[in-house]
């Protein structure tokens, strides 16, 4: 039973409000809601509406009038975006669970305790896989006197996309036309969400509107539009009688306030508690007819309009946003204690003592005075307003929307901002996270940290010590989310997973005890950077010397490549398959490529005889499951209790997985007898035994143990008769090997002009990258090709198609220092404004190397000369970063001439004031 309760499911209900007497009448007495309730057999009801209109209300209105009797059992869960624990179905339905047998014990029967035991226990914070729930729940409808079971969800929307899906199609079976098992049984599922047509469609099966009947909280009708304005009317008046009770108002300035609150057409409940909210502060200090009509001629129209002058309000806009990224990043809501420390907390604090924390009463009141009521607190603990408060904060996709593309990075305003609104879309994710990071690492960094904790118990070190629950949970993850390449933090982050101190473990002990059992001996650096998705750390430890990519930890006998898989990181995944780069004199012997290093051991066993391959598929991360195939992880494994990677898919419902595993499947004993003939044949250049086991059916594009394909080794020594006859044959001209490297990749390194013509003859893709992202043509540029890259551009290749960092042909020509090949992009096409993942444009690099004539091409050609990078810096500064005085003037003189401007404004301290003295002493 308490493994069942994942959530304070009662708590989380009543954070929502009461309704008004004399509200949500109309939807009782809704024909369908009638239906519904009266209904002797299972059904469902979703009711929809739009941010607003009082689904939650409702919703808790319907728990507390549908009690539970002796013949109904109502059960609930409130989802919610701001807990990680409210956004989960799998949460949702223990919930349900922990309350029917609560309040059924007597459903608790041996068979379900049997059938409990079967399962494989959730561990700590964790839960039962959704089917195992729902076969539990069915199973408890069928026993005798189970009675009428009710199950109200709220805000179904909020629930994470994956999983509402699955609980959807649960749901849509058993409803459905052909499910039988809810004919015997009287099971009701009534569901709130926003009216999404992805929701309709997981939950209704087309032309099956009659499975889930819809009730729209807006109405489908005059009457019912009239009846919902009439209970509107009702919740104004009622929040009016409040104001007037604690301001003093006269009958007539309560008048004044009704006639124009109604006076607004399509008002939502939400609304009205902005606006009246706002009003109250407008009149608060200075009450009279006239300041209330002031207050009414400016009423916001809209709910945004409402947020954005409740925010105008504050007393500290900077602070005020610093303390709305906090709150809408953080993985759970931080208490008024957390996050008097989050806001007090900078770089050199090395104990709690420096921060000077105030007392919850004064927080509470700061929080109020910065936010007003943007910001609810119940329970000491911060959470928004709504979550239309979040989705006017922080824009949808914010890195993709060419809206609000363009962000000082300290400033507070957007270039160019369209709305009407300060504070609307103002919040860029990775930044919230960056701020978060900065936090819990500064956090971890304390001086009492440096140790290991004491022989205390764990839950006792936690609550002596502030925050470092939160930080020590938490802050890898937004570390990951917030783009952070500072060299600074970096270092903090190697001190922070260095095995060879004791701070180390004193946090990765908390985090690991959350999710965990027993804490694993022998710990790597490498483990733990990959467990977490560090990519920068991954990276810096696998180009170090002494460390073993392999090596295994002392509990379990798993490997980094293990850690990162399991958890889903790819880009980890990828480096540590790729295993380290050579530099020097290595890197001359395999100037080309890098196809002879020794990545991870993707067949690696742990102590259970399970690969990577088994963690991969059974958590569902399908492009791993790919790259670890590609890479040569076997199918055919078997664990110490006889699963394989393809069992655990199928039992764990990744079907996606199981059908790539199968199709990837090893191949029986005479093709693997085969494979390794033609990898013999191939090597020792036997054209006669190649064409005979390619006749007899070998795979022209096979592999040989470190994943390189026999094409691309054929390639890269020079074996043109072999690659001619493995592509007649049948070989993907396309097909890459371990590290992406295509046959066409390969032969632009090795700059082989007839070996290229003839793989683009036999259908090589010019465009396809490798897995770095880097294409024929980029690669071409990186060896300074030009005859090769002249071929490429009249082969098709795409001028304005860069490698996965963004660096596009002509920002990698520009580097290289190819007059001649930068004209010839800019001729055929090339963008000359296009950037790098960070925003950086071919003119920033153009001054960055001082090339003044490539500048001068490229304003001739159209180049913007104050576009910014991703901090809203132009070429401008990185021509005045440009370490020869002379070329520098040069450069600053011409950009000025090509329109620059010079009122910028930077994060580095006083940069605006240095870059005009600059110019000046430059002119």
Same mark, same amino acid.
């Given at each position: 039973m308490q493994a069942l309760y994942t959530s304070p499911y009662l708590q989380r209900k009543n954070r929502n409000p009461d309704r008004v007497i004399g509200t949500c009448e109309w939807f009782m007495d809704h024909h369908d809601f009638h239906n519904w309730r009266n209904n002797t057999a299972s059904s469902m009801l979703w009711v929809s509406a739009n941010p607003g209109c009082g689904k939650s209300v409702l919703a808790k209105y319907l728990v507390d009038e549908l009690k539970s009797t002796e013949q109904r059992t109502t059960c609930y869960f409130f989802f919610k975006d701001d807990f990680e624990d409210q956004r989960s179905a799998k949460g949702a339905l223990s919930c349900i669970l922990h309350q029917l047998f609560f309040q059924r014990e007597r459903l608790f029967s041996a068979e379900i305790v049997k059938r409990f035991k079967s399962y494989k226990a959730p561990p700590a914070n964790s839960y039962y896989e959704l089917w195992e729930l729902w076969d539990i729940l069915t199973m408890a409808t069928q026993e005798k006197n189970a009675g009428e079971i009710i199950c109200i969800l709220d805000a179904f929307d909020e629930c994470v996309d994956q999983e509402r899906q699955d609980l959807a199609k649960v749901l849509r079976e058993f409803y459905g036309p052909n499910g039988d098992s809810k004919k015997s049984v009287n099971l009701k599922f009534l569901i709130t969400s926003r009216p999404y047509d992805t929701i309709r469609r997981n939950l209704i099966r087309p032309f099956d509107s009659r499975a889930c009947p819809i009730i729209h909280l807006k109405g489908d009708g005059d009457a019912e539009v009239e009846k919902i304005s009439g209970e509107i009317n009702l919740y104004i008046k009622d929040r009016v009688s409040l104001i007037r009770a604690d301001f003093g108002l006269t009958r007539k300035e309560e008048e004044i306030l009704l006639q124009g609150l109604g006076a607004?057409?399509?008002?939502?409940?939400?609304?009205?508690?902005?606006?009246?909210?706002?009003?109250?502060?407008?009149?608060?200090?200075?009450?009279?007819?006239?300041?209330?009509?002031?207050?009414?001629?400016?009423?916001?129209?809209?709910?945004?309009?409402?947020?954005?002058?409740?925010?105008?309000?504050?007393?500290?806009?900077?602070?005020?946003?610093?303390?709305?990224?906090?709150?809408?990043?953080?993985?759970?809501?931080?208490?008024?204690?957390?996050?008097?420390?989050?806001?007090?907390?900078?770089?050199?604090?090395?104990?709690?003592?420096?921060?000077?924390?105030?007392?919850?009463?004064?927080?509470?009141?700061?929080?109020?005075?910065?936010?007003?009521?943007?910001?609810?607190?119940?329970?000491?603990?911060?959470?928004?307003?709504?979550?239309?408060?979040?989705?006017?904060?922080?824009?949808?996709?914010?890195?993709?929307?060419?809206?609000?593309?363009?962000?000082?990075?300290?400033?507070?305003?957007?270039?160019?901002?369209?709305?009407?609104?300060?504070?609307?879309?103002?919040?860029?994710?990775?930044?919230?996270?960056?701020?978060?990071?900065?936090?819990?690492?500064?956090?971890?960094?304390?001086?009492?940290?440096?140790?290991?904790?004491?022989?205390?118990?764990?839950?006792?070190?936690?609550?002596?010590?502030?925050?470092?629950?939160?930080?020590?949970?938490?802050?890898?993850?937004?570390?990951?989310?917030?783009?952070?390449?500072?060299?600074?933090?970096?270092?903090?982050?190697?001190?922070?997973?260095?095995?060879?101190?004791?701070?180390?473990?004193?946090?990765?002990e908390m985090h690991w005890a959350d999710i965990h059992t027993d804490l694993p001996l022998h710990f790597t650096t490498l483990m733990i950077a990959s467990y977490f998705g560090l990519e920068m750390i991954v990276s810096l430890q696998i180009e170090s010397d002494n460390v073993e990519i392999d090596s295994v930890d002392g509990s379990y006998h798993r490997t980094a490549l293990s850690f990162a898989s399991e958890n889903g990181f790819d880009s980890v995944v990828r480096l540590l398959i790729k295993g380290p780069k050579f530099y020097g004199k290595k890197a001359l012997k395999k100037a080309v490529r890098l196809s002879y290093t020794k990545g991870a051991d993707v067949n690696a066993i742990d102590k259970y005889n399970r690969t990577a391959l088994f963690y991969a598929a059974w958590n569902g991360h399908v492009s791993i499951v790919k790259r670890l195939l590609k890479a040569g992880a076997r199918v055919d494994m078997m664990d110490t209790i006889g699963g394989t990677p393809i069992s655990y898919a199928l039992c764990y419902g990744q079907e996606d997985i199981a059908t790539e595993l199968m199709r990837g499947a090893q191949p029986d004993s005479v093709d693997e007898i085969r494979r390794k003939l033609l990898l013999s044949a191939v090597k020792h250049d036997h054209d006669p &035994? /190649? %064409?005979? $086991?390619?006749?007899? @059916? !070998? #795979?022209?594009?096979?592999?040989?143990?470190? *994943?390189?394909?026999?094409?691309?080794?054929?390639?890269?020594?020079?074996?043109?008769?072999?690659?001619?006859?493995?592509?007649?044959?049948?070989?993907?001209?396309?097909?890459?090997?371990?590290?992406?490297?295509?046959?066409?990749?390969?032969?632009?390194?090795?700059?082989?002009?007839?070996?290229?013509?003839?793989?683009?003859?036999?259908?090589?893709?010019?465009?396809?990258?490798?897995?770095?992202?880097?294409?024929?043509?980029?690669?071409?540029?990186?060896?300074?090709?030009?005859?090769?890259?002249?071929?490429?551009?009249?082969?098709?290749?795409?001028?304005?198609?860069?490698?996965?960092?963004?660096?596009?042909?002509?920002?990698?020509?520009?580097?290289?220092?190819?007059?001649? &090949? /930068? %004209?010839? $992009?800019?001729?055929? @096409? !090339? #963008?000359?404004?296009?950037?790098?993942?960070? *925003?950086?444009?071919?003119?920033?690099?153009a001054a960055g190397h001082g090339l003044t004539d490539v500048i001068e091409l490229l304003i001739e050609k159209g180049a913007d000369v104050n576009m910014g990078d991703r901090d809203g810096e132009p070429a401008l500064v990185s021509a005045m970063r440009y370490h020869d005085h002379a070329r520098r003037s040069d450069m600053v003189e011409m950009l000025l001439k090509g329109g620059s401007r010079v009122d910028y404004t930077f994060t580095v301290s006083n940069i605006h004031t240095y870059a005009l003295q600059l110019i000046v002493f430059d002119s």
């Open positions: 607004i057409h399509n008002q939502t409940y939400l609304w009205v508690y902005l606006t009246l909210e706002w009003i109250e502060t407008e009149i608060s200090n200075k009450i009279s007819e006239a300041e209330i009509r002031n207050a009414i001629s400016t009423l916001p129209r809209t709910v945004d309009e409402a947020y954005d002058k409740i925010l105008a309000k504050s007393t500290d806009m900077k602070k005020t946003k610093t303390l709305l990224h906090i709150v809408v990043a953080a993985e759970r809501p931080l208490t008024l204690a957390e996050m008097d420390l989050a806001l007090a907390i900078r770089r050199r604090h090395k104990t709690y003592e420096e921060l000077a924390l105030r007392p919850s009463d004064r927080v509470r009141k700061y929080i109020r005075d910065l936010c007003g009521l943007f910001i609810s607190i119940t329970d000491d603990k911060i959470y928004l307003l709504h979550q239309t408060a979040k989705e006017f904060l922080v824009p949808k996709d914010s890195l993709d929307n060419p809206e609000y593309s363009l962000v000082r990075r300290e400033g507070f305003f957007r270039e160019d901002d369209r709305n009407d609104f300060t504070w609307k879309f103002s919040l860029i994710p990775y930044v919230s996270h960056r701020i978060l990071c900065k936090i819990c690492i500064w956090h971890l960094l304390f001086t009492k940290f440096e140790t290991r904790p004491s022989a205390d118990p764990l839950a006792d070190y936690l609550c002596d010590n502030l925050f470092l629950e939160y930080s020590a949970k938490n802050w890898a993850t937004h570390f990951r989310k917030s783009n952070i390449a500072e060299h600074a933090i970096l270092r903090k982050l190697q001190q922070l997973c260095s095995v060879t101190s004791d701070r180390c473990p004193a946090w990765f &035994v /190649i %064409k005979r $086991l390619l006749d007899s @059916g !070998a #795979d022209p594009g096979a592999t040989d143990d470190e *994943g390189v394909s026999l094409v691309v080794w054929a390639i890269n020594q020079g074996k043109t008769n072999i690659l001619k006859l493995l592509i007649e044959k049948g070989a993907d001209a396309n097909k890459g090997d371990f590290d992406g490297t295509t046959p066409l990749t390969s032969a632009v390194c090795h700059r082989l002009t007839n070996v290229i013509k003839f793989l683009i003859e036999k259908g090589a893709d010019v465009n396809k990258g490798d897995y770095d992202g880097k294409t024929a043509l980029v690669l071409a540029i990186i060896h300074r090709a030009t005859d090769v890259i002249k071929l490429l551009i009249k082969k098709g290749a795409d001028v304005n198609k860069g490698d996965y960092k963004g660096f596009t042909p002509l920002i990698l020509a520009i580097t290289q220092k190819l007059m001649n &090949v /930068i %004209k010839i $992009l800019i001729e055929k @096409g !090339a #963008d000359v404004n296009k950037g790098n993942h960070k *925003g950086d444009t071919p003119l920033m690099f």
